[in-house]
């Protein structure tokens, strides 16, 4: 497992941005890339073994929303969204539990969010390091909810 990690959020499968994932994937084996699905409807065996198939660099990711509640995550993004818990939740679930995997930086994107080409994730790593904008490090959990 490496250090870095790509999560693109999708709410079901989008092709364009499994096969742009798994071309990162290909090109830089420093990054794990994931993608977090919100519709929980193709967790199943079939939707699995083909896109291992289909997109074999990269990791899916599906957590049921009773599981986002039990933890504790949900209305993290209301903002124009009905449902909770949406796919913000879920990746700040999954990312933030050491038990499931701990990195030192994770891109997080909406499948909505034009990246210019492939090479966008590691030129920016590059250029300014890993500043973040939250950093597991410097944040503390409210016990008051």
């Not at 967790?43 to 039990?70: A, G, M, S």
């Not at 995550?73 to 124009?80: M, Q, S, Y």
């Not at 080409?117 to 597991?136: E, S």
Request: net charge negative; with cysteine; proline share 3%.
């Amino acid at each position: 497992m490496n250090n870095l990690a790509i999560c693109f959020m999708c709410i079901n499968l989008d092709p364009h941005v499994c096969a742009f994932a798994n071309i990162v994937a290909l090109n830089y084996k420093q990054y794990d890339v994931y993608v977090l699905f919100d519709n929980n409807q193709h967790n199943n065996e079939d939707f699995h073994l083909t896109f291992q198939v289909t997109y074999p660099n990269i990791r899916p990711i599906f957590i049921k929303d009773r599981r986002c509640y039990k933890d504790g995550f949900h209305h993290a993004n209301t903002w124009g969204i009905k449902k909770t818990p949406t796919a913000w939740d879920k990746v700040l679930n999954y990312f933030s539990n050491p038990d499931y995997h701990e990195y030192e930086h994770v891109w997080i994107l909406e499948e909505d969010v034009f990246i210019y080409n492939i090479d966008a994730f590691y030129n920016i790593d590059q250029k300014y390091g890993f500043n973040d904008d939250l950093d597991r490090k410097s944040t503390r959990l409210n016990s008051s909810h």
